[in-house]
């Protein structure tokens, strides 16, 4: 499968946004892990802006971003969100009150808990009835999210964006599953290059043949490590980097996915760049 890259949002512990850490993730910069910071997105009103949990607003802000740069519209653009769980203080919160003497559980925690709420309040923000779907795969939820949107790319021939998101679950849910700083990602993806895009990537599923693509850089080799999502971080170098690039993503116990990454200057976009906005 190949595709282009059109546009790239990114939300994590030291990465401001996609601009802001090109240089970082480039190694042009030393990466210094300070708290993740989530923008207020101005895609919801005020009522649900204020119900809106951690899932929900790094993946708004990193969608957001995304879509800027490759200046489309949302609203007409079918969506990939993946992450490998919810929103880990929801249902802490949900364990919490079932496990109390009085269960009333409100109305708004459950509709917050389940796995396609980023997709909806997103679908509400951009007005959005294009498609969507909201996938897991455990520490392999990315890799899941790029197969399946660049998929969806190649069959319907249009733009495709993912959105991956994780964040940390409170204890004790913790001590079952670890999760490092809350981080995502998002990608617009086409069918072709074209003057709005910044890289094209061919992507290969095939068995595994060696260790995943690290990161040279101790501290985001350590979120690349500890955050599902930010097992994107590869990949997003790469493309800061906008040189052409070999990789491997691992996927599944057996598999893995190669990617080669080819920057605007070694494409020829002449007879693409008319790919409809």
Same mark, same amino acid.
């Given at each position: 499968?190949?595709?282009?890259?059109?546009?790239?949002?990114?939300?994590?512990?030291?990465?401001?946004?996609?601009?802001?850490?090109?240089?970082?993730?480039?190694?042009?910069?030393?990466?210094?892990?300070?708290?993740?910071?989530?923008?207020?997105?101005?895609?919801?009103?005020?009522?649900?802006?204020?119900?809106?949990?951690?899932?929900?607003?790094?993946?708004?802000?990193?969608?957001?971003?995304?879509?800027?740069?490759?200046?489309?519209?949302?609203?007409?653009?079918?969506?990939?969100?993946?992450?490998?769980?919810?929103?880990?203080?929801?249902?802490?919160?949900?364990?919490?009150?079932?496990?109390?003497?009085?269960?009333?559980?409100?109305?708004?925690?459950?509709?917050?808990?389940?796995?396609?709420?980023?997709?909806?309040?997103?679908?509400?923000?951009?007005?959005?009835?294009?498609?969507?779907?909201?996938?897991?795969?455990?520490?392999?939820? *990315?890799?899941?999210? &790029?197969?399946? =949107?660049? %998929?969806?790319?190649? /069959?319907?021939?249009?733009? @495709? +964006? !993912?959105?991956?998101?994780?964040?940390?679950?409170?204890?004790?849910?913790?001590?079952?599953?670890?999760?490092?700083?809350? *981080?995502?990602?998002? &990608?617009?993806? =086409?069918? %072709?290059?074209?003057? /709005?895009?910044?890289?094209? @990537? +061919? !992507?290969?599923?095939?068995?595994?043949?060696?260790?995943?693509?690290?990161?040279?850089?101790?501290?985001?080799?350590?979120?690349?490590?500890?955050?599902?999502?930010?097992?994107?971080?590869?990949?997003? /170098?790469?493309?800061?980097?906008?040189?052409?690039?070999?990789?491997?993503?691992?996927?599944?116990?057996?598999?893995?996915?190669?990617?080669?990454?080819?920057?605007?200057?070694?494409?020829?976009?002449?007879?693409?760049?008319?790919?409809?906005?």
């Amino acid at each position: 499968m190949r595709v282009a890259i059109e546009g790239a949002g990114l939300c994590g512990p030291g990465l401001a946004n996609w601009a802001a850490s090109l240089p970082i993730l480039a190694g042009q910069q030393d990466h210094v892990p300070t708290p993740t910071h989530v923008p207020t997105s101005d895609l919801l009103p005020a009522n649900e802006r204020r119900r809106a949990v951690h899932t929900v607003r790094l993946a708004l802000a990193v969608g957001a971003e995304a879509f800027a740069g490759a200046e489309c519209d949302p609203a007409v653009t079918p969506t990939v969100f993946a992450s490998s769980g919810g929103d880990g203080e929801t249902i802490h919160e949900i364990l919490s009150v079932l496990a109390s003497p009085n269960p009333e559980l409100s109305p708004t925690r459950f509709h917050n808990s389940v796995h396609n709420t980023p997709a909806g309040y997103w679908g509400i923000g951009t007005r959005s009835q294009a498609p969507s779907s909201s996938l897991c795969c455990h520490d392999d939820s *990315f890799v899941a999210g &790029l197969l399946e =949107a660049a %998929a969806l790319v190649m /069959a319907e021939r249009r733009r @495709v +964006a !993912l959105i991956a998101y994780d964040v940390q679950y409170p204890a004790p849910l913790s001590m079952a599953r670890s999760i490092g700083a809350p *981080f995502a990602t998002a &990608l617009v993806l =086409a069918p %072709a290059p074209s003057t /709005a895009g910044f890289a094209h @990537v +061919a !992507l290969t599923l095939r068995p595994a043949r060696g260790t995943p693509t690290t990161m040279t850089s101790p501290t985001l080799e350590a979120l690349r490590r500890d955050t599902p999502a930010a097992r994107s971080l590869p990949l997003l /170098a790469a493309l800061a980097r906008r040189s052409a690039a070999e990789l491997t993503l691992g996927y599944l116990a057996e598999m893995e996915l190669a990617l080669a990454v080819t920057p605007p200057s070694s494409l020829n976009v002449g007879r693409t760049a008319a790919v409809a906005k």
